[in-house]
């Protein structure tokens, strides 16, 4: 294959698709640094690419290579053809980078047009990072607002709001969790967020409730051993 694309370059050298036939070939070859080589080339060589630009910042990640990932993203972003998808990328780029600034304009930016739980927590945890606690905890209330049963958000604000000491809003958040937690997950989320306000027996208690209720599930056990 390597042969007969090599033969094709030398009719074609400037085609974008022979590059990224050729990044293919070098990744499945276990050639890592040649792939980013050739996935490079052919965004140079071609119309905007967001997904060979996606696939080069991964490997660049991979690599260790943080400053090239971002600039990649960046590139997309000048070329006009990113999505909100890769505002979130070129964001985790730049915070990679130790840009926390540009990574957090981004992130908001995301944020302010997304109702994807993730872009929310991704900007409150760049927030929380940056010390603004308060602005965090708003982009948390508004992940629990978009997915008001889901137990990674709900307790992602609960950590955040006895982070910032506000413990009696965290405990208006445990009574709004035992009102919207599936039935089946509820025992489980409550020992996990009494642990988090360190009542212990009121957590043990719950725990107890959720082995017995699943005697079998590997996370309830391990939940119920910390």
Do not use: C
């Amino acid at each position: 294959a390597r042969r007969l694309l090599r033969e094709a370059r030398e009719e074609r050298p400037n085609w974008h698709p022979l590059s990224l036939m050729m990044a293919e070939v070098d990744l499945a070859e276990g050639n890592v640094d040649a792939a980013i080589e050739q996935f490079q080339l052919a965004i140079e060589q071609g119309p905007p690419m967001p997904g060979a630009v996606r696939r080069l910042v991964d490997l660049l990640r991979s690599r260790g290579r943080a400053d090239e990932a971002r600039d990649a993203m960046r590139g997309l972003a000048d070329r006009g053809a990113g999505s909100l998808r890769d505002d979130r990328l070129l964001s985790q780029a730049e915070a990679a980078a130790g840009n926390m600034q540009d990574a957090i304009a981004l992130a908001r930016k995301t944020a302010d047009q997304s109702e994807r739980v993730g872009d929310h927590l991704w900007l409150a945890g760049l927030l929380n990072v940056a010390g603004q606690q308060d602005e965090a905890l708003a982009s948390y209330r508004r992940a629990v607002e978009l997915e008001p049963s889901n137990q990674r958000v709900a307790l992602a604000l609960l950590r955040a709001l006895l982070t910032a000491g506000e413990r009696q809003q965290a405990a208006r958040e445990v009574q709004r969790m035992a009102s919207t937690i599936p039935a089946g997950d509820k025992a489980s989320v409550l020992g996990l967020a009494y642990q988090m306000f360190g009542d212990v027996q009121t957590a043990r208690n719950y725990f107890q409730l959720a082995v017995t209720a699943r005697p079998n599930d590997p996370v309830t056990l391990r939940d119920m051993a910390a």
